[in-house]
T-cell receptor
């Protein structure tokens, strides 16, 4: 399974734009890049995903490098509610068309007022 | 919208005991998953089910059984609880194997005495 590498932790201030990096140097052509986040005592929450093109939604902007070996989740104007562990994961597509999510340790983002 | 409910929220068992965790979803999703999360680590897939009465083993299925008697529910059984199984068990569902987003429940926290 292809793996991802993220910093263990990052800190930001309310209102800032945060860039969360993820390295996936061995990603294969049929793997999507997913981002989930998790706060204590809750299950992970889907943030966004992409394949090659940058994507944007109400939560975040996902920038994917042209060689797909890295990506950056960009959170504009973070608030205290954005403090969470952010997981960058790759979606593996098995022969049966079922795909599982392989989670790593993630980046713990703390936000201070 | 919908919701995933996991019961119980906290489960305390004795070493060697057989323990059952339950998951219900009202999204009408086809695919359901059981993951295990150890403290400070990512998720590992235990079992998944593509449809009612289907069961597929994940990476960590040894020591567990699962049951999908109907579309909305997916149960996980720890066949013989061990000390090293103190973890959070997360249930998730997705509309179908090729849909992007997995929705997670809040988790069941298992402690083995």
């Amino acid at each position: 399974d292809a793996k991802t590498t993220q910093p263990d932790s990052m800190e930001s201030t309310e209102g800032e734009t945060v860039h969360l990096p993820c390295s996936h140097a061995t990603i294969s052509g049929n793997e999507y890049i997913y981002w989930y986040r998790q706060v204590p005592l809750q299950g992970p929450e889907y943030v966004t995903h992409g394949l090659q093109q940058n994507t944007t939604n109400s939560m975040a902007f996902l920038a994917i490098a042209s060689d797909r070996k890295s990506s950056t989740l960009i959170l504009p104007h973070v608030s205290l509610r954005d403090a969470a562990v952010y997981h960058c994961i790759l979606r593996l597509i098995a022969s049966s068309s079922f795909s599982k999510l392989v989670f790593g340790q993630g980046t713990s983002l703390s936000v201070v007022p | 919208g919908g919701i995933i409910t996991q019961t119980p929220k906290f489960l305390i068992g004795q070493e060697g005991q057989k323990l059952t965790l339950k998951c219900q979803q009202n999204f009408n999703h086809d695919t359901m998953y059981w993951y295990r999360q150890d403290s400070g680590k990512g998720l590992r897939l235990i079992y998944y089910s593509i449809t009612e009465n289907d069961l597929q083993k994940g990476d960590l299925s040894e020591g567990y059984d699962a049951s999908r008697e109907k579309k909305s529910s997916f149960s996980l059984t720890v066949t013989s609880a061990q000390k090293n199984e103190m973890a959070v068990f997360l249930c998730a569902s997705r509309l179908g194997p090729n849909y992007a987003e997995q929705f997670f429940g809040p988790g069941t926290r298992l402690t083995v005495l």
